[in-house]
């Protein structure tokens, strides 16, 4: 992996990861097109980067995080990452295995995208505006929709987040920033396990210009992803999701095709 490639891939998982159209199968699918080597540190880079994207939230809504008057917020985060958690450790070779085929990725934009054109008509009349509204059994059905990122990578897990916060009545801009609370615990709990295999299967990847590249992707990840966070709440709030609909269909539409001519290409 050269610098630019690595800068290329930090401002994709900046734009990406809280908007509703898959940061994993975008950032799997540029490193396709960009040539980059199946290897170690490769997949190391795209789960660590994340971490970027962590401090993106802690910094923006840092007052709800240093809050500790109010653990009930922290339960209901913890509450809602469990089935993650548990469900992305049994069913981690299954994951691995689905990023090799850009195929299944295209498909499930695809479909993504119809489900995002149509969400909007779905759940109407929200009543919920505030997190602290939530309650443990409704953080936890949310949970319980992230779980569809992680079955089928290229969903994304922002978009099933959202949905799922849609789903139990809350307003589209408490259900956009919930996802982006939970992606905390969620991101944190991907980047540790990530470090600690590269440390126990594959130390000597951690060289000195590959920590650099990390610590220069994640600062790039961060900044993007601030100016990411605050355009998608504004743009969500006021549109809603219908665009962010089509761009997917596009997407794995021109991806399908691309691969059904006969083409072909490797993801990480």
């Keep these: ?20 159209i898959s940061s994993t199968g975008h950032m799997a699918l540029a490193s396709a ?20 994207a962590i401090i993106s939230v802690l910094l923006i809504y840092w007052r709800k995080f240093i809050d500790f008057k109010q653990f009930s917020f922290y339960l209901k985060l913890f509450i809602a ?38 969400v909007d008509n779905w759940f109407k009349n929200p009543n919920l505006e505030k997190v602290e509204e939530v309650s443990y059994k ?5 949970g319980v929709f992230q779980l569809l990122a992680i079955i089928f990578p290229g969903f994304s897990r922002s978009a099933a987040t959202i949905i799922g916060g849609m789903q ?26 990530s470090l600690w295999d590269a440390h126990k299967d594959n130390p000597e990847i951690l060289t000195h210009q590959n920590v650099m590249f990390l610590i220069t992707g994640n600062l790039i990840a961060f900044v993007v992803a601030i ?5 998608f709440i504004a743009y969500l709030t006021k549109y809603g999701f219908r665009a962010f609909g089509y761009y997917r269909i ?12 006969g083409n072909n290409f490797t993801i990480l």
Excluded: C, W, Y
């Excluded at 596009?250 to 001519?261: D, E, R, S, W, Y």
């Design 138 to 142: 409704k953080s936890l059905i949310i």
């Design 168 to 193: 139990q009545k809350l307003t589209r801009k408490l259900a956009a920033e919930f996802s982006f609370f939970l992606a905390v615990p969620t991101l944190a709990g991907a980047f540790a396990k």
């Design 250 to 261: 596009i997407v794995g539409l021109a991806i399908i095709i691309f691969l059904a001519l």
């Design 33 to 52: 097109f960009l040539g980059i080597e199946k290897e170690p540190f490769t997949k190391l880079f795209i789960e660590n980067i994340q971490f970027g």
């Design 1 to 20: 992996m050269s610098l630019f490639q690595a800068v290329i891939i930090a401002i994709i998982e900046g734009i990406t990861e809280f908007l509703p």
């Design 81 to 118: 990452f469990l089935p993650a958690a548990i469900v992305g450790l049994l069913i981690k070779k299954h994951i691995d295995n689905v990023l090799e085929k850009p195929m299944f990725i295209a498909v499930v934009m695809f479909l993504g995208g119809i489900i995002l054109i149509f």
């Design 227 to 231: 100016i990411a966070i605050k355009a």
